[in-house]
């Protein structure tokens, strides 16, 4: 096994620089997997860019949207997988003791007693335990093994919110997680995809991954959108894929769906907000959070994430955008940040 290995992190001149850190470290239980591509979350660019984060140099890389290829297997493992095999990496499974409370319902990610962080994806090395590595289809690229985890993300979302077919659905937002949430959402077998749309090349993508009606993110049009495809009533549920530091997205929300209908916020706020709730509770709607991806009812929605991208072909692939190596992660990162750069998804090849 090597021991030391080549590392993005953030300098003391809050910029990423290329560094040659230790391999980590082997926990009881755990795998060592050779990281292959790392896709950069829009909250990796907030906490760099938007952050007192990026004050402090880092001793350990993020990066959590991840495939690669397990190089070591723990001595007393006994499951299906194999050295060799390709894998989407569960980061938050990965570190789950899978005996608590929480990991014996599926929500891995609020485990009890998590194993030490041993750093992310923008690396060479990850190391984490079997229950987070999920074995690709050989028609998935190393990019589609990467993409695993937003997609997860929206597909945890819908179910975790009783979303079913032949509802009709709005999407506030088409960055990477509104255009997975669009992807699961025809998946699940949506009547109507409404969604609204930034830049250009996000309502083209949008578009291309299943929506049925595209708009600009002027105020009033996806509510219009929204109460002209159904008659005035207004859809089942929105989704807010957007988050920030503002407010408006979460009232648009609220402001497209029907009476009784849920309002699910995908979306990151890094701010306090402040929301009117009298309208809301005389609709009587619902306002779910989540975050992450768990296994419902004996079901993964990471391993429904792999399926829905098995073929290898699903358009969901097309929006990697832009290919870097571990070398240009600093350029890479600004590439992901300014939407005007006609980025999508920017993934880091290792």
């Known amino acids: 096994m090597k021991?030391?290995?080549?590392a993005g992190l953030i300098s003391k001149k809050n910029k990423y620089e290329i560094k040659k850190i230790d391999v980590p470290k082997m926990f009881e239980g755990s795998a060592l997997v050779k990281v292959k591509t790392c896709g950069i979350c829009g909250t990796d660019t907030h906490n760099f860019f938007d952050s007192s984060n990026n004050k402090h140099s880092h001793v350990k890389p993020v990066g959590h949207e991840l495939s690669g290829q397990i190089e070591e297997l723990p001595k007393k493992y006994n499951g299906s997988l194999k050295i060799g095999d390709r894998v989407?990496?569960?980061?938050?499974?990965g570190k789950s003791c899978g005996n608590c409370y929480y990991c014996h319902f599926g929500y891995t990610r609020h485990c009890l007693r998590q194993s030490i962080d041993t750093g992310g994806g923008f690396a060479q090395y990850v190391t984490r335990n079997p229950l987070g590595l999920y074995r690709i289809s050989d028609d998935m690229s190393w990019n589609d093994g990467a993409l695993v985890e937003p997609l997860a993300i929206a597909v945890h979302g819908l179910r975790y919110s009783s979303f079913k077919?032949?509802?009709?659905i709005a999407i506030v937002g088409s960055g990477t997680i509104g255009l997975s949430t669009i992807v699961a959402a025809k998946f699940f077998g949506a009547s109507k995809i409404i969604a609204s749309a930034k830049y250009p090349h996000q309502a083209d993508a949008a578009k291309k991954m299943g929506a049925d009606i595209v708009v600009n993110t002027s105020v009033g049009e996806l509510e219009n959108a929204c109460m002209d495809q159904t008659k005035g009533m207004g859809v089942d549920i929105a989704v807010e894929t957007v988050g920030g530091m503002q407010n408006n997205t979460i009232v648009q929300a609220s402001n497209c769906v029907k009476p009784v209908s849920n309002?699910?916020?995908?979306?990151?706020?890094?701010k306090p907000i402040l929301i009117d709730l009298m309208?809301?509770?005389l609709k009587e709607i619902n306002y779910i959070n989540t975050t992450s991806y768990a296994i419902i009812n004996g079901i993964s929605d990471f391993q429904l994430a792999i399926d829905i991208l098995s073929s290898g072909?699903?358009?969901?692939?097309?929006?990697?955008?832009?290919?870097?190596?571990?070398?240009?992660?600093h350029i890479a990162f600004e590439k992901a940040y300014y939407k005007k750069n006609n980025s999508l998804k920017v993934h880091i090849e290792i």
């Open 3 to 6: 021991k030391t290995m080549l």
């Open 88 to 93: 989407a990496v569960n980061m938050s499974a």
């Open 165 to 168: 077919s032949g509802m009709n």
């Open 263 to 270: 309002v699910l916020i995908l979306g990151i706020f890094s």
């Open 279 to 281: 309208d809301p509770m």
């Open 313 to 329: 072909n699903h358009p969901f692939s097309s929006i990697v955008s832009h290919k870097f190596t571990l070398q240009d992660i």
